[in-house]
């Protein structure tokens, strides 16, 4: 791979991809569905389940319309287009989730990512293109413009922590993720889509069954602060599109040689300060 047409890369990570890795990168603007090189990077996408109560359409028309827009500009036998999807589409499913477990995904956002999968690999296999799947794990760091309860809960709490607000935990923070911080990741990304099998699955994550309670509780210590914790049972919405427990198995990606560089406590810490 020698160039890589970037769509969404003025996302959080599609931003830190371009940064680290710009000299081999053209980013597509906004607008285009018309990629620059024979290999993509296609990251358009919402990034949450809210959406069907503001715009029925969003999830659909963003994951799924224009995904089509630019596969079909894509170049016969001379094209790699690489997919970034979400641990999302696993939904309801045996732990850890393998690149074979069987989806069931659960919320408009859930379900459009599957199903974008699922267009990606019929359209390339009609028209004799390749193509790789990379399923992100929750994802962290700094620069995450779009922080909120619906996205990247982890960090919203932090920053509510961070200035001695009350904060809501469902649960009690009893329940499991898989994290990893937006700098390995984007290195995760890059060497699948340089050194991975093509027409296949990767999971991108850290492979670590991780309570989110012991998260809570390194924030507490690490800020000193006097949040109030309010344990509530997430809303009726929450628990129709959100599985409660989650953690991926990252074998294939161990076996193109990654290791993480960031520690999640230290990257904890670092988003503390």
Sequence with gaps: MEEVSIFGGTGFVGGYYLEKYKK????????????LSGDVLYLISTTHNYHVFEDVHKDIDTNLTILVDVLKNLEPGKSCFNFVSSWFVYGETDL????????????????????????VVSYCETFKIDYRILRLCNVYGSGDIGVSKKKNALQFLINKIKNCEEI????????FRDYMHVKD??????????KGEKNKVFNIGSGTKVLFKDLIDIIFEETESTSRINVID???????????????????????GFSQKIKLEEGIKELCR
């Design 234 to 256: 997430p809303p009726d919405f929450h628990k129709t599109v959100q599985v409660k427990d989650f953690f991926m198995s990252v074998d294939e990606l161990k076996s193109l």
């Design 96 to 119: 850890p989730a393998h690149e074979q477990s069987v989806c069931n995904p659960k919320g408009f956002y859930s379900i459009t990512k599957r199903a974008a999968e699922q267009l």
């Design 185 to 194: 990741v984007v290195d995760a990304v890059n060497l699948v889509i340089t």
């Design 168 to 175: 809501d935990l469902y649960h009690n923070g009893q329940f």
């Design 24 to 35: 081999s990168s053209i980013l597509i603007e906004r607008e285009s569905r018309i990629p």
